[in-house]
């Protein structure tokens, strides 16, 4: 046996073992605590070498996306498209904050103002560190590392904070949901033929450099499938904790090593954009609930400025609106693709021409 092959049964078998723990004391969520608590015992108590399979912590992704899109019903589908108008405005809103954060951000961390904008636009990831390549005044270390830090704040203060709201106002997802389970509900055939599709759409995404495809393909094949044939069901809830584990262990490791990182003047910044923007985020959707139909934890759930597999985990435990939420997320990862990315290209571009014609002058 390897030495990385003994660290990863190590490290997953002290993963399963806390997440067990804390699901019978009751913590909130315990396969997403427990991996991420096991991951980092050992990378920096043991100071083990770990490398988490890539492809594994894709499967975990793939699964929690095939979760988010069975609550896609036919009934669900139809009310959130009453909701499109309190989407556009909380995503606008977010990003309106992140602007404002950016600027206190470039002052503190001292860097220029390519890096602070690409540092602090929420959601986005893999789009910012590509425009922070292109871009010759941005530091990409700073983005990459602070757009990175911010599952540490997320995983930490999102349940947190919704932990107190649970519950707040109607569940539609709690009056569609079904009682069926995966392995009740469908068929050997049936779930083959599934995973073959999803499988087909991932493939087809990634030719295409789709981001989050991971989620976005299964939640896809889901919503076909639920519109097509109204046979839904919800997976048993191993294969959603299996889902957590081996998903949560490649966070937790993410977690573990920037902690390296995170020094000096550059930690003192990064802690001060995610701290503010998560709680103005929640003083935003406070707000926005005094108008709306909807509960504070559905809505700040929906617009939590962290990646969707990771806020959709504290729905579920939570019992919030499933669908309601994945909706608010996957909007703003299109409304940031195709609206927020060409725009920002195109102001970090303008700024670099307007430095060149000045130099020359």
């Given at each position: 046996?390897?030495?990385?092959?003994?660290?990863?049964i190590?490290?997953?078998?002290?993963?399963?073992?806390?997440?067990?723990?804390?699901?019978?004391?009751?913590?909130?969520?315990?396969?997403?605590?427990?991996?991420?608590?096991?991951?980092?015992?050992?990378?920096?108590?043991?100071?083990?070498?770990?490398?988490?399979?890539?492809?594994?912590?894709?499967?975990?992704?793939?699964?929690?996306?095939?979760?988010?899109g069975?609550?896609f019903?036919?009934?669900?589908?139809?009310?959130?498209?009453?909701?499109?108008?309190?989407?556009?405005?909380?995503?606008?809103?977010?990003?309106?904050?992140?602007l404002?954060?950016?600027?206190?951000?470039?002052?503190?961390?001292?860097?220029?103002?390519?890096?602070?904008?690409?540092?602090?636009?929420?959601?986005?990831?893999?789009?910012?560190?590509?425009?922070?390549?292109?871009?010759?005044?941005?530091?990409?270390?700073?983005?990459?590392?602070?757009?990175?830090?911010?599952?540490?704040?997320?995983?930490?203060?999102?349940?947190?904070?919704?932990?107190?709201?649970?519950?707040?106002?109607?569940?539609?997802?709690?009056?569609?949901?079904?009682?069926?389970?995966?392995?009740?509900?469908?068929?050997?055939?049936?779930?083959?033929?599934?995973?073959?599709?999803?499988?087909?759409?991932?493939?087809?995404?990634?030719?295409?450099?789709?981001?989050?495809?991971?989620?976005?393909?299964?939640?896809?094949?889901?919503?076909?499938?639920n519109?097509?044939?109204?046979?839904?069901?919800?997976?048993?809830?191993?294969?959603?904790?299996?889902?957590?584990?081996?998903?949560?262990?490649?966070?937790?490791?993410?977690?573990?090593k920037?902690?390296?990182q995170?020094?000096?003047?550059?930690?003192?910044?990064?802690?001060?954009?995610?701290?503010?923007?998560?709680?103005?985020?929640?003083?935003?959707?406070?707000?926005?609930?005094?108008?709306?139909?909807?509960?504070?934890?559905?809505?700040?759930?929906?617009?939590?400025?962290?990646?969707?597999?990771?806020?959709?985990?504290?729905?579920?435990?939570?019992?919030?609106?499933?669908?309601?939420?994945?909706?608010?997320?996957?909007?703003?990862?299109?409304?940031?693709?195709?609206?927020?990315?060409?725009?920002?290209?195109?102001?970090?571009?303008?700024?670099?021409?307007?430095?060149?014609?000045n130099?020359?002058f």
């Amino acid at each position: 046996m390897s030495k990385q092959l003994r660290n990863n049964i190590i490290v997953l078998s002290l993963a399963i073992l806390l997440s067990l723990i804390l699901n019978s004391a009751n913590i909130l969520l315990p396969f997403m605590f427990g991996p991420i608590i096991a991951s980092v015992i050992c990378v920096r108590c043991f100071h083990m070498e770990v490398e988490w399979p890539f492809w594994l912590s894709q499967i975990g992704l793939v699964l929690l996306g095939v979760q988010i899109g069975s609550t896609f019903t036919e009934n669900v589908i139809f009310d959130i498209k009453d909701d499109w108008l309190t989407i556009i405005l909380i995503t606008v809103m977010l990003l309106g904050l992140a602007l404002i954060i950016a600027f206190f951000f470039k002052k503190i961390a001292n860097v220029n103002t390519e890096t602070a904008i690409l540092s602090v636009i929420p959601g986005a990831l893999s789009q910012m560190l590509i425009m922070a390549e292109e871009n010759k005044k941005a530091n990409i270390m700073v983005v990459s590392l602070t757009q990175t830090s911010r599952i540490i704040f997320v995983v930490i203060l999102v349940p947190f904070i919704s932990y107190f709201f649970q519950g707040s106002g109607d569940n539609r997802s709690a009056k569609d949901s079904v009682v069926n389970t995966l392995t009740e509900a469908l068929t050997i055939p049936n779930i083959l033929l599934l995973a073959l599709a999803v499988f087909l759409v991932y493939v087809i995404m990634g030719k295409i450099n789709f981001p989050t495809r991971q989620l976005l393909a299964p939640i896809l094949v889901l919503i076909c499938w639920n519109l097509l044939t109204g046979v839904t069901f919800t997976l048993d809830n191993y294969i959603i904790a299996a889902a957590q584990v081996i998903y949560m262990i490649r966070i937790g490791i993410q977690i573990a090593k920037l902690l390296d990182q995170m020094k000096g003047r550059i930690a003192v910044a990064i802690a001060f954009q995610n701290i503010l923007l998560i709680l103005l985020t929640f003083v935003m959707v406070l707000l926005i609930a005094m108008v709306s139909d909807h509960s504070v934890n559905e809505l700040f759930l929906g617009a939590a400025p962290g990646g969707m597999s990771q806020i959709v985990l504290v729905a579920i435990e939570t019992g919030a609106d499933v669908a309601l939420i994945s909706s608010y997320h996957i909007f703003r990862i299109f409304f940031i693709l195709f609206l927020i990315a060409p725009l920002l290209s195109y102001f970090l571009k303008y700024r670099v021409a307007k430095d060149s014609i000045n130099k020359k002058f």
